[in-house]
């Protein structure tokens, strides 16, 4: 039975409101996995804050690009952003399913300064490479050194690309399989969905496609 609607919906971003525009992106285009991304600023204090624009864009050399973007509510940048200006570094952890409620208290708009390691109770790592900590409870950790920061606007919810190159990855090996690949069933990964939602990328939520023949 042919579902597909005989009208779709339109949008443009210069007729629609930035959070609706906003909150049609999420939901379209999901799971995003999430960056865990620890900095640190000028005066050695650490940040820790999640965010879901975020993905891998090569492996020679091997490069992540995450943004933390401008508040919708004020305009203001994110402390996340102004640290990696300031020291260009940053750890990003992987985030499991028994991670997710405190990386979502990790999310919550601290005054600057404030270690959301210690307020949300997750524990501080030091790195071999770079400054910023790692996150201990993360079985996969990128240590990296910031190549880039590409500002795409000056307005609210405007995109700043933090572009990374990855130095070193730590890997619990209680997550690997016995080919020294990352099992998906063992590290149990959580993706970021529209508005207040989740995915948890383990049990039936997995399946395998074989990749077309050449």
């Known amino acids: 039975m042919d579902t597909t609607p005989s009208e779709f919906l339109h949008f443009d971003p210069k ?3 930035v959070p609706h525009f906003h909150h049609l992106m999420l939901g379209a285009i999901a799971p995003r996995p999430i960056a865990f991304a620890s900095t640190i600023d000028l005066e050695g204090r650490p940040n820790l804050s999640p965010f879901s624009f975020f993905n891998a864009f090569g492996a020679n ?6 943004s933390p973007s401008r508040r919708g509510t004020d305009n203001t940048t994110k402390h996340t952003y102004d640290n990696v200006k300031a020291v260009p570094e940053v750890v990003i952890n992987a985030v499991t399913f028994e991670m997710v409620q405190k990386m979502s208290d990790a999310s919550a708009d601290f005054p600057k300064g404030v270690n959301e390691f210690d307020m949300v109770g997750f524990t501080m790592q030091p790195s071999d490479l770079v400054k910023p900590f ?3 409870e993360s079985p996969v950790q990128f240590e990296c050194r910031v190549l880039q920061v590409i500002e795409t606007g000056q307005g609210k919810a405007a995109g700043n690309l933090v572009i990374c190159e990855i130095l070193r990855i730590h890997v619990n090996p209680e997550v690997m399989d016995e080919n020294g690949r990352i099992d998906p069933h063992k590290i149990d990964l959580v993706g970021r969905l529209g508005g207040e939602y989740y995915v948890r990328a383990s049990g039936s939520a997995l399946f395998e496609l074989a990749k077309p023949k050449s």
């Open 15 to 17: 007729d629609t409101s």
């Open 61 to 66: 050399p091997p490069i992540v690009v995450f």
């Open 134 to 136: 790692r996150v201990k």
